[in-house]
């Protein structure tokens, strides 16, 4: 399994920690949990999609790109960095924002992530939901082609196979981090949505026989859907690995039971996940994805799903910028 003939460049501050939660372990009496501190990744305040940018922007440069496009949700953590990402290599980007959410606070709409798109300063272009976004990101490379442009597509969240493996080789990170701490890493849990995450962590973990299962917390999608996305990119970045064998079916495990009302719904879950691990740890998730994914992680620790001395490692995928999209929701009490 060799992620190193592929295109890539450097973006990532790695490793990034990997953390014993003392507080959070003590106060649920169960595993001993861990966080994969992936929100610390860097690039315009970090978060997932950076390690998956390392190898989508080397592609991108490999092919003579100038313009780079994606979409995503308003708040997209992706569409903020994938815009950092292109000006730190003199590539301009048109980002397009899926208004997924409706009927959320003015400040979800114009702070957090997309306070941050404008000050990277891409084009930004809003489209309403139900579009077909993978056609509408078609439509702006042939318009940027009819312009002289020489654009690179990159599908929402960077879940392509090139994109998964930066999760490849996160799950490489954390085998080798694990061994130096003499640390047996019984599951990986970590919030699971357009899926290159945890595609590439599956194959990461299984291409190296190191029998780690991985358990992704979906954000949006039914158990059975979530799970049929995940393996079809994993299995098309095993064989871009040209990893010998077939990728076990099992290895891809999703739960949805915390979804709650759809993709960027606050849940009650989330609203004490945040604040748990705020208040005890002193860390920072996210309302859409690792705050659901942490809310997912504690439910199944309080059920008894993981055992007492078993080794827990949340992933931290990032996203806090979000926090302040979620201003009415998190603190609807004004401080002053
Ligand atoms: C903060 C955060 N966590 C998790 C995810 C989910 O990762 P993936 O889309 O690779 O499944 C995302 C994706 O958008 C994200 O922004």
């Excluded at 790109?65 to 292109?86: D, F, K, P």
């Excluded at 301009?92 to 959410?101: I, P």
């Amino acid at each position: 399994m060799n992620t190193a003939s592929f295109p890539r460049v450097r973006l990532t501050q790695a490793p990034t920690p990997l953390e014993f939660l003392p507080n959070i372990t003590r106060l649920l009496q169960g595993p001993n949990v861990y966080i994969k501190r992936d929100d610390n990744t860097g690039l315009a305040l970090g978060g997932n999609k950076t390690r998956k940018l390392e190898f989508l922007i080397g592609d991108a440069l490999a092919k003579g790109a100038t313009h780079i496009v994606t979409q995503g949700a308003t708040q997209s953590n992706h569409v903020r960095q994938t815009i950092a990402a292109a000006n730190k290599f003199g590539l301009k980007s048109t980002v397009l924002l899926e208004e997924r959410v409706s009927g959320a606070h003015a400040d979800y709409y114009n702070n957090g992530n997309v306070l941050l798109d404008q000050i990277l300063g891409a084009q930004i272009e809003t489209r309403p939901a139900g579009l077909d976004m993978n056609n509408e990101l078609v439509a702006v490379g042939e318009r940027l082609k009819s312009a002289g442009e020489a654009p690179y597509l990159i599908p929402g969240g960077g879940s392509n196979a090139i994109g998964a493996l930066g999760y490849v080789v996160s799950a490489q990170e954390i085998i080798a981090q694990s061994n130096d701490l003499g640390l047996r890493v019984d599951h990986v849990v970590h919030a699971t949505g357009s899926t290159g995450t945890q595609a590439g962590l599956v194959v990461g973990f299984q291409g190296a026989n190191s029998g780690i299962p991985v358990l992704g917390i979906s954000v949006r999608a039914a158990r059975d859907k979530q799970e049929d996305n995940v393996r079809k990119l994993a299995r098309q970045t095993w064989e871009l690995l040209k990893i010998r064998g077939k990728l076990p079916d099992e290895t891809v495990q999703a739960n949805s039971d915390y979804v709650g009302g759809g993709y960027g719904v606050p849940t009650d879950g989330m609203l004490e996940a945040v604040q748990l691990l705020a208040r005890t740890e002193g860390i920072l998730l996210d309302p859409v994805y690792s705050g659901k994914g942490f809310a997912g992680l504690l439910d199944l620790i309080r059920k008894g799903h993981f055992h007492p001395g078993q080794n827990i490692v949340f992933v931290h995928t990032g996203g806090a910028v979000g926090l302040f999209g979620y201003r009415s929701v998190l603190a609807p009490q004004a401080a002053f």
